[in-house]
């Protein structure tokens, strides 16, 4: 789960992590009276969108008056921002950040991951923060600074000062940085994030060490662990299907291929996905309903592919176990009626009660086709949906 850099600067307070003064505004006029409370000049006004590159794309202008805030309050709320993370559809700005300007004197790149090859806490560091850190990591990737952390040990002192001495850091602020990379890391690992990153994290000519933008996502399978967090969810900025898909419990992702397809676990759905491409088509959502589906969770799945404009066809794969493949077929053909499929539907089941699932569906009188295996079930539905 993603949140606003507003949302993450609050975390950011909580923890003691040093972020500029602000707040958030959903007008012009709620803009200026933030403006007020800040008491000086420069602010900035952001907009707020789940996407980076939010600045290039004309979303992050720095204001000397009131009436400038109202101007740029003005024109950023409700412009569609395109940006290199939004694509070329762009995402509307809904609501802004307005905080003060700080004396920037250094910016710098910090960041957390969980990085699986070593099942540490990988900390990502670089002199050359701001705007063009992907170059940076492209071009002159000798430039980042990478520091694992043993989650089983956590952070030390040491680690700290390999980063500081990385970043060729002047005395003055080591002690202050360690002491944000320390809250940082805690942070992370307390509330399941999978990602923490500040770009730029600034060093002011005051020298003071300030988290100048924040981003943070987090493990979607540990929210019930953060009710707090997950108050910080918003709707707006998510796919409308993938909301939607939320509502019934069902793990679904939505893709730019034609075949729509249902399966029962994950790793059948991958492979299923690597089937559609190897026929020669591209899948359009990853769908996974569950080893215990239900008929009402099948006909949910339904409607949330066959709602997507772009599928000409439908796969079903389903491995019969907890979810017996008779079940699984009376929900298919009850689902179809309902919703309507006007989409051809290739289903493949394999397990328990498999004979008896084909011949309700071979007797269904639907349009749909049997596939015997993965193999012949993709090159059927990729044939469907090309001619």
Do not use: W
């Not at 805030?69 to 940006?83: D, Y």
């Not at 953060?226 to 993938?242: C, G, N, Q, S």
């Not at 949330?304 to 017996?324: E, H, W």
Request: hydrophobic share 45%; with cysteine; glycine share 8%.
């Amino acid at each position: 789960m993603k949140v606003h850099e507003f949302q993450a600067k609050q975390i950011f307070r909580s923890y003691k992590i040093p972020v500029p003064d602000g707040d958030v505004a959903f007008d012009h006029q709620n803009a200026t009276q933030i403006a007020k409370g800040i008491g000086k000049f420069p602010v900035v006004v952001k907009a707020q969108i789940h996407a980076g590159g939010r600045g290039k794309g004309g979303g992050v202008k720095l204001a000397h008056s009131l009436d400038e805030v109202s101007q740029h309050a003005s024109s950023i709320i409700g412009m569609n921002l395109v940006t290199h993370q939004t694509g070329p559809e762009g995402k509307q700005v809904k609501k802004i950040l307005v905080e003060s300007g700080v004396n920037i004197e250094k910016e710098l790149y910090l960041s957390l991951i969980p990085d699986r090859e070593t099942a540490c806490i990988l900390v990502i560091a670089s002199e050359a923060g701001g705007m063009d850190i992907e170059e940076v990591a492209a071009q002159t990737p000798e430039k980042i600074i990478k520091v694992f952390i043993n989650p089983l040990s956590g952070i030390s002192p040491h680690h700290c000062r390999q980063v500081a001495f990385g970043l060729n850091l002047p005395a003055s602020v080591i002690k202050e940085f360690s002491q944000i990379l320390t809250r940082l890391y805690h942070l992370f690992v307390e509330n399941d994030c999978s990602l923490v990153e500040i770009n730029p994290l600034v060093i002011t000519k005051e020298s003071r060490v300030i988290a100048l933008d924040a981003k943070m996502d987090f493990d979607d399978n540990a929210m019930f662990r953060h009710k707090d967090i997950l108050e910080f969810r918003d709707l707006d900025e998510e796919d409308p299907l993938d909301v939607e898909a939320s509502k019934y419990n069902l793990n679904y992702i939505n893709l730019d291929g034609t075949i729509g397809n249902m399966v029962n676990g994950a790793g059948l759905a991958m492979a299923v996905m690597d089937t559609i491409k190897l026929a020669g088509a591209e899948p359009a959502n990853f769908l996974d309903v569950g080893g215990g589906a239900t008929a009402e969770m099948v006909e949910n799945g339904f409607k949330i592919i066959l709602s997507d404009d772009k599928v000409k066809a439908i796969l079903i794969n389903i491995f019969g176990g907890i979810l017996r493949c008779d079940i699984l077929a009376n929900g298919v053909v009850e689902a179809a009626r309902k919703t309507k499929i006007k989409v051809p539907l290739v289903v493949r089941m394999e397990g328990t009660n498999v004979e008896e699932g084909r011949k309700i569906l071979a007797e269904s009188g639907l349009k749909l086709f049997t596939a015997v295996d993965m193999k012949d079930a993709g090159e059927k539905v990729a044939n469907i949906a090309v001619s």
